[in-house]
C-alpha cells in the first residue's frame, strides 16, 4: 500500500502534466461522429454556427447574473464572505494562469452541452484541511482552484463487483495516464439512460442536423467558387477552328474588351458556326435555404433554446410572453441549478462547510421585465381589497415590506376597509359601508342573467327576428358576435369602475358642502361638487387603452384562425397608435357627456333645494343610468371598432382578396346597414354604406349615426364573379 504521504506527492508532481492539454481552448470539442474527415464535423462549436450560437445562448445569461452565497438556503439571505467572493471571481486555473468565473460558466456549460458532462479536478490539497497543508508552497491561493479538463480524457474506473465507481483515470497531452481520487473531482453531467456513470450530451441528437447544415453550408461555398470562372466559351459547330482561326477570335475579343474598358462598344463578326456563351452564375434555390433553417431549428431544439430565436424579426420583446423568459425559465435556470450544486460541493472540499450557492436571476433584465408586469397585474387585485402583503406571497413577487403593506383598501373609494361611509344614505353616520353598495352596482353591471340591459344588447344571439334572412347567413352572423360578448363586457367594466370611482367623489362633496337634514341646503353651484373633466378624461382613457389592444389582438387571432392560418397575428405599432389615437378623441368626447349630464343632474338638485339624502339618491339614480345605458353603447362601439380594424388587417395579413358586410337582420338594424347587408367589394376596397364610404363595420372615420353601437361584421368571402 501506498503511504498517504507518497500519493500525495506524486499527485502533486503529476499536477503540472494533468494542467498541460487540460484546459486547451474552450472551443476544442469531442469528434462524436464517423464520418470521413471531408464530410464530418469533428469541431461542432467551431464549425456549425447554431451549436456555438445556441450554446453561447444558454451560457451567456447564466454567465451575466450574480452567484451568491448563504449558509441558510439557496435564494435566501446573502452572506458577506469576502475570501469566498474573491476565490470565485478566479475559481479555475489554466495554461496561462488563472481564469475568470465567466469562463468557467462558459466552459463548463458547453462541455454539458456537447458531451453531457463536465469535469473540475482539483490538486491533493482538498483532501485534507487548508490549515494542516503539508505543501504550502503547492497550490493556488488559500482557496485551493481546480482545472477544466476534456470529459473525453477522463476514464471512470470502477471496482470489479458492483461497478462501483471507484476513481478516475486522466489522460494529460503527453498520453501519460493519471490516477485520480473521487474527492479530487467534481463530475456535472446531465441524465444517460444508457450509462449510469457518465453523461449523456445534447448536441448527439443534434448531430445529424449540425452535419446537415455544414455539408449544405459547405456545398453552398463550392458553389460559390465554381461561379469564379467567367470567362467566354467558344463553340464551334462544325469542327475545331484551325490556328489562323482561333488566333482571329482571341484578338478581336482582346480588342472588343480593351475598348469596352475606355467606355466603346465594338460589334464582334465571326464567320463560320462559331458562338459565343457566358457562362451561367448558379445558386441554391429557396428551398435549399429553407431546409437549412430547419437545420438551425432542430439545434436549437436539442440545445433547449426556443427555434424561432434563430430566426430575424422586426422586434424583440423579453416579458412574460417572449421566447427569452421560455430560455431562461425552461433551461438557463435548470443548468444553472447544475452549476450552483457543483460550486457547492467545490466549496465543501475547500473546507467550507454549510455552504448555498445560487444565480441571482432577479437582476436579469428580462426577470425585470416580467416582475414588472406581475406587479401591473397584482394591482387590480389590490383595487378589489387584498392587501400587497397577500398579494407578493401568492404571486411570488419579491417585494420587500413596506408600512401599510397588510392595509385593505376597498375599490373605487380607495380608503381603508372599514372606514369608508355610503355618504348619499342616512346611515352613514351609523356604519353602513360603501363596500356593499359597490358590489351590488358591480354585479348589476356584470351578472347577465339578472341584467336585463346586457341581456337586450345580446338578445340577437337567442335567434333571428325581422324579415326573412337566410339561415345560415343568421348562424354565420351569431357566431362571429358570440365571440366579442368578453371584449363588450371588459369595456363595460373598465367603464363602470371609473365612473363609480369619480361618483364617490361626488358624493364626499355632497355630504362636507351640504347642510345635514332633508330640505336644507347652503348656497352652492353644481361646480362646486363636480369631479375634474381632465381627471376623468384620462382615467376613461388610459382604462380603456389596455382593452383596446387586448380586443385588436383577439379579433386578429380570431381571423386567422377563420382562414386556417397558423402564424401569429400582430397589429403593426403604427396602425394601433393610429387607431388609440382616433378612438380617445371619441371616448374624450364621450367624457364631456357624461360630465355635462351630471353637472345639469345636480344643478336640478339645487334649484330643487335636495338635502344630503335627496341630493345622494338623485346622484346614485344618474351615474346608475349612465352605467345601464351611455356606458353599453360605449362599450358595444368600442368593441365594433376594434373588431373592425383588427379584422381588416388580419384579412389583408392573410391575404384575402374580398370582404362581405353582414347585419344581425335584426328589426332594429338601420336601414341603410340592411341595404349593404351582402355586399361584397375587395378588400382594399370600402363598402358603400348610408352615403359615405366605410373600410368596415365600425370604421372610426364613419359618422356617428353609421358606427354607433353597431353590430354588423366583415367576413372574407370569394370572388363575386366565381
Request: proline share 5%; net charge negative.
Amino acid at each position: 500500500m501506498i503511504p498517504k504521504r507518497g500519493l500525495r506527492e506524486r499527485l502533486a508532481g503529476a499536477w503540472s502534466l494533468v494542467m498541460r492539454g487540460s484546459i486547451a481552448p474552450f472551443d476544442r470539442v469531442i469528434d462524436l461522429s464517423g464520418l470521413t474527415a471531408t464530410e464530418k464535423v469533428g469541431r461542432p462549436y467551431a464549425q456549425s454556427l447554431w451549436v456555438a450560437r445556441a450554446i453561447k445562448m444558454v451560457a451567456d445569461p447564466i454567465a451575466s447574473v450574480p452567484l451568491h452565497f448563504g449558509t441558510e438556503e439557496r435564494g435566501g439571505n446573502a452572506i458577506n464572505d469576502p475570501e469566498l467572493d474573491a476565490a470565485w471571481q478566479e475559481p479555475a486555473i489554466g495554461p496561462e494562469g488563472a481564469v475568470c468565473l465567466r469562463d468557467v460558466v462558459s466552459a463548463t456549460i458547453g462541455w454539458l452541452k456537447l458531451s453531457g458532462e463536465a469535469f473540475w479536478v482539483f490538486d491533493d490539497r482538498v483532501l485534507v484541511k487548508p490549515k494542516a497543508l503539508p505543501f504550502p508552497d503547492v497550490g493556488f491561493g488559500a482557496v485551493a482552484q481546480f482545472a477544466i479538463v476534456r470529459p473525453d480524457r477522463m476514464r471512470h474506473v470502477t471496482d470489479k463487483r458492483g461497478g462501483r465507481l471507484t476513481g478516475w483515470e486522466y489522460t494529460d497531452g503527453a498520453g501519460i495516464a493519471h490516477t485520480l481520487l473521487t474527492e479530487q473531482v467534481i463530475h456535472l453531467k446531465l441524465w444517460n439512460p444508457y450509462d449510469d456513470i457518465r453523461g449523456l450530451g445534447e448536441y448527439e441528437s443534434a448531430q445529424l442536423a449540425a452535419e446537415s447544415d455544414y455539408m449544405g453550408a459547405n456545398f453552398k461555398l463550392n458553389l460559390a467558387r465554381n461561379n469564379g470562372d467567367q470567362g467566354v466559351y467558344i463553340i464551334a459547330k462544325s469542327g475545331i477552328p484551325d490556328d489562323a482561326q482561333r488566333k482571329q477570335i482571341v484578338a478581336q475579343l482582346r480588342e472588343k474588351r480593351e475598348l469596352q474598358q475606355r467606355g466603346m462598344f465594338k460589334p464582334v463578326f465571326l464567320t463560320g458556326d462559331i458562338s459565343i456563351e457566358d457562362p451561367k452564375v448558379r445558386v441554391v434555390d429557396a428551398a435549399f435555404n429553407e431546409s437549412m433553417m430547419q437545420d438551425a431549428h432542430r439545434i436549437f431544439i436539442a440545445f433547449g433554446v426556443p427555434p424561432s430565436m434563430a430566426d430575424v424579426v422586426p422586434s424583440y420583446s423579453v416579458g412574460s410572453a417572449s421566447d427569452y423568459y421560455r430560455l431562461i425559465r425552461d433551461t438557463c435556470t435548470p443548468t444553472g441549478k447544475i452549476f450552483t450544486e457543483a460550486v457547492e460541493s467545490a466549496t465543501q472540499r475547500q473546507g467550507r462547510e454549510g455552504v448555498f450557492a445560487w444565480f441571482d436571476w432577479s437582476n436579469h433584465p428580462v426577470m425585470k421585465e416580467v416582475r414588472r408586469e406581475a406587479i401591473t397585474a397584482a394591482t387590480p387585485l389590490w383595487d378589489r381589497g387584498i392587501s400587497w402583503e397577500v398579494i407578493n406571497e401568492t404571486l411570488d413577487l419579491g417585494l420587500p415590506e413596506f408600512d401599510g403593506w397588510d392595509e385593505r383598501y376597498l375599490p373605487f373609494s380607495v380608503s381603508p376597509a372599514g372606514m369608508a361611509r355610503d355618504i348619499y344614505s342616512p346611515e352613514a353616520t351609523t356604519g353602513a359601508d360603501v363596500a356593499g353598495e359597490v358590489d351590488d352596482v358591480k354585479d348589476d353591471v356584470e351578472d347577465d342573467d339578472d341584467d336585463e340591459a346586457i341581456k337586450e344588447m345580446f338578445r340577437a344571439l337567442k335567434g333571428p327576428r325581422g324579415k326573412a334572412r337566410d339561415a345560415r347567413e343568421i348562424e354565420l352572423w351569431k357566431s362571429h358576435f358570440a365571440k366579442r360578448r368578453a371584449t363588450a363586457k371588459l369595456y363595460l367594466s373598465r367603464f363602470n369602475k371609473v365612473l363609480f370611482e369619480f361618483r364617490a367623489e361626488v358624493l364626499r362633496k355632497i355630504e362636507s358642502k351640504l347642510t345635514r337634514g332633508a330640505g336644507t341646503t347652503t348656497k352652492a353651484a353644481a361646480a362646486d361638487f363636480l369631479f375634474d373633466l381632465g381627471a376623468f378624461k384620462d382615467a376613461i382613457t388610459i382604462n380603456l387603452r389596455g382593452v383596446a389592444l387586448n380586443a385588436m389582438q383577439v379579433a386578429g387571432e380570431q381571423m386567422f384562425a377563420e382562414v386556417k392560418r397558423d402564424d401569429p397575428f400582430k397589429v403593426p405599432d403604427a396602425r394601433a397608435k393610429e387607431f388609440l389615437a382616433q378612438r380617445e378623441v371619441r371616448l374624450k368626447g364621450a367624457s364631456e357627456e357624461v360630465w355635462a349630464s351630471i353637472r345639469s343632474e345636480l344643478q336640478d338638485g339645487l334649484d330643487a333645494g335636495d338635502g344630503i339624502k335627496a341630493m345622494g339618491d338623485r346622484i346614485r339614480s344618474k351615474f346608475n343610468g349612465i352605467s345601464r345605458g351611455r356606458a353599453e353603447t360605449i362599450a358595444m362601439t368600442e368593441t365594433g371598432a376594434a373588431y373592425g380594424v383588427a379584422r381588416e388587417e388580419a384579412q389583408k395579413q392573410a391575404g384575402i382578396q374580398f370582404k362581405k358586410w353582414l347585419t344581425s337582420g335584426l328589426s332594429n338594424v338601420r336601414s341603410a346597414h340592411s341595404h349593404a347587408n351582402g355586399q361584397v367589394v375587395a378588400i382594399d376596397e370600402p363598402f358603400y354604406v348610408g352615403g359615405e364610404y366605410l373600410n368596415f363595420p365600425g370604421d372610426p372615420s364613419g359618422s356617428p349615426g353609421n358606427v354607433i353601437n353597431c353590430h354588423c361584421v366583415s367576413v372574407a368571402t370569394e370572388d363575386p364573379e366565381t
